[in-house]
């Protein structure tokens, strides 16, 4: 037999092609800052998740290159064999003390925290309840777990107090019950409404997990995330997950929580077991992040107040910024087309902006997600929102 065993491969990739449904990579020429470097243009970036710009502050890229000089380029292991260095340890108080927990663990990535957690947190005989617009490192953890599932419509909690009650009326015998949500919704930047969900958790003895993935460094007293903006307890939220690569401005992912949390997901997240360890690199500069976010505060200011005059000033020329809350500004255009078009022409005009289409969000709901960052200057902003407004009267959209 003659058979190449391989053929699916091409085949695959051409039909995404055909379908436009392919990754078509931008190469960043140089650091991810407001003015960037795009495919040989000069653009506005304004759709990189580097929020506070803290990845070119130069606190965080000196401490990198002192921990190379200090601990080297690798950690050289696993952390429960030999690559557990002081290093991550620091993080993890530091991070801690940040989040106003008893405990934090970090993980490779925020992806490796999600996948590696949440299927130890319920198995056979438990239940999960996920909202539906959860992250896709969310829903391969569900995956990964025998406990059952269940999805509640977004952020809708007549919704969740019903799969709440049903599960008690038909299946009392529940061991576990654990609620799943985004802390800020990555597509439409709108904010879970964590305290509501952490009642209806109380009342029925159900275990909370927040992935606070876009509300670190933006939501909450000097950027601690969603747990402080709606001031709960540990009590309330028993997990709050995290990553250092987006408002961090580096890479990584956490968990804050009680100690026994943390005594618990070490032991038991086959990816952090099985998977080396942060380069001291990454772990320090990670340090000197939450330095910078605990003293100063002018970060997070500029980030709001880019914001809002953003979102305002789209609003009043028309735009649909759908249900927009923090610095992720969706600007809504209908079909996938559009959207395409829209971002190209942007591009021209020297803004940075991707189109979000169909599968990732509904046929009809294609937009172009702009991203607010603390460095843009209102000169910046702008030139940008000129840009938007000449595109979208091109478009007949305004
Ligand atoms: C980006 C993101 C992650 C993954 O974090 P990484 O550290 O980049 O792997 C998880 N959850 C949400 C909601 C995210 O937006």
């Not at 056979?124 to 777990?145: F, K």
């Not at 985004?182 to 509501?196: C, E, I, Q, R, T």
């Not at 690199?281 to 200011?301: R, S």
């Not at 809350?325 to 902006?353: C, H, K, Q």
Request: charge should be negative; charged fraction near 25%.
């Amino acid at each position: 037999m003659n058979r190449n065993p391989v053929s699916f491969l091409g085949a695959e990739y051409d039909k995404l092609v055909t379908n436009e449904l392919d990754w078509r990579l931008r190469v960043l020429q140089g650091p991810s800052t407001p003015k960037c470097v795009v495919d040989g243009s000069n653009v506005t970036m304004l759709c990189s998740n580097n929020y506070l710009n803290l990845s070119n502050h130069p606190k965080v890229k000196d401490a990198a290159i002192e921990a190379v000089r200090s601990h080297g380029a690798g950690s050289g292991s696993v952390r429960p064999i030999a690559g557990n260095m002081d290093l991550h340890i620091e993080l993890e108080r530091r991070l801690a003390a940040f989040k106003d927990a008893e405990a934090s663990l970090v993980y490779q990535t925020g992806f490796a925290a999600n996948s590696g957690l949440i299927p130890q947190l319920v198995d056979e005989g438990d239940l999960m309840i996920s909202d539906e617009l959860n992250h896709g490192s969310i829903i391969d953890g569900v995956r990964l777990s025998k406990a059952d599932r269940a999805v509640y419509k977004h952020c809708d909690m007549d919704d969740l107090r019903e799969v709440l009650e049903n599960a008690e009326m038909h299946k009392p015998s529940y061991r576990r019950i654990l609620i799943i949500t985004d802390g800020v919704f990555s597509m439409d930047g709108d904010v879970a409404p964590l305290d509501k969900i952490a009642a209806l958790a109380h009342d029925h003895g159900a275990m909370v997990y927040v992935d606070d993935a876009h509300g670190e460094g933006v939501l909450g007293d000097g950027g601690r995330g969603i747990v402080s903006h709606f001031n709960l307890s540990r009590d309330d939220v028993h997990v709050e997950m995290g990553t250092f690569s987006k408002a961090f401005g580096v890479v990584g992912g956490h968990v804050s929580g009680s100690r026994d949390l943390v005594n618990f997901a070490y032991n038991k997240s086959r990816t952090w077991l099985l998977s080396g360890s942060h380069p001291p690199a990454v772990a320090a500069a990670c340090i000197a992040a939450i330095d910078v976010l605990e003293t100063e505060p002018k970060h997070v200011k500029n980030l709001w107040r880019n914001t809002e005059r953003f979102r305002e000033q789209m609003q009043s020329l028309g735009f649909d910024t759908g249900k927009s809350m923090t610095p992720i500004i969706p600007i809504m255009v209908g079909d996938s087309g559009t959207a395409n078009r829209f971002s190209a022409r942007l591009y021209e005009l020297g803004v940075f902006a991707l189109p979000i289409v169909f599968p990732m969000v509904s046929k009809d709901g294609a937009r172009i997600r702009t991203i607010m960052n603390s460095g843009l200057t209102v000169h910046d902003l702008d030139q940008a929102i000129a840009a938007f407004e000449k595109v979208g009267r091109e478009l007949d959209m305004i």
